[in-house]
């Protein structure tokens, strides 16, 4: 029982070191981070998500920043019969690259952190909230729909590193047009 309670608290211990350890791309710059997105990759380990892992595709997003600092993040997903989009607030804080936004579906606010990006070709993201358990997340953007090997392998490294078991960690295949109007 002891070394059970031992391994746990080992175990928090380090995924707290993890976050803390998780630092915004360096002189971030929200003018160079607008614009179209394609979310190519996904680490995601959330148990009432694993059923959907084989129907996830790449979906589209434009990251519009808002005179007062917020960015506006749009995401259009394909389903079955339709197009559908999502609007988030990201709310910017004292830090460059770190945004807050109320997450609806957990009804929790969340810490959304652009670790790495070149701004023309990709941007890998980290979600995180500590809810019950450790809630993370981390996203692939590209420029395009698809990415060097070379980066892709860096977000399957950075996903490894923070935790996340290698059958969570997926690059979907191209959906359909979605937004059809080619936005």
């Given amino acids: 029982m002891r070394i059970a309670l031992v391994t746990i608290a080992m175990t928090m211990l380090l995924l707290q070191e993890v976050k803390a350890d998780i630092q915004p791309q360096k002189n971030f710059d929200v003018q160079r981070f607008a614009g179209k997105w394609y979310r190519v990759g996904l680490a995601y380990d959330s148990l009432s998500f694993a059923p959907y892992r084989s129907k996830l595709t790449i979906s589209m997003g434009m990251v519009d920043p808002q005179p007062n600092g917020d960015v506006n993040m749009t995401m259009w997903t394909g389903r079955s019969t339709s197009c559908k989009s999502k609007v988030y607030v990201y709310e910017k804080t004292d830090i460059p690259g770190v945004f807050s936004y109320f997450s609806s579906r957990h009804n929790k606010v ?74």
Avoid: H, W
Wanted: hydrophobic letters at 30%; proline letters at 7%.
């Fill in 110 to 183: 969340k810490d959304i952190t652009v670790v790495d990006t070149n701004y023309t070709e990709y941007a890998i993201v980290f979600k995180f909230k500590k809810m019950n358990r450790e809630y993370s997340q981390v996203s692939l953007y590209g420029r395009t729909l698809k990415l060097s090997p070379e980066v892709i392998e860096k977000f399957k490294t950075f996903s490894l590193v923070r935790g996340f078991p290698k059958d969570s960690i997926l690059t979907p295949p191209a959906g359909d047009n979605c937004p059809r109007s080619g936005n």
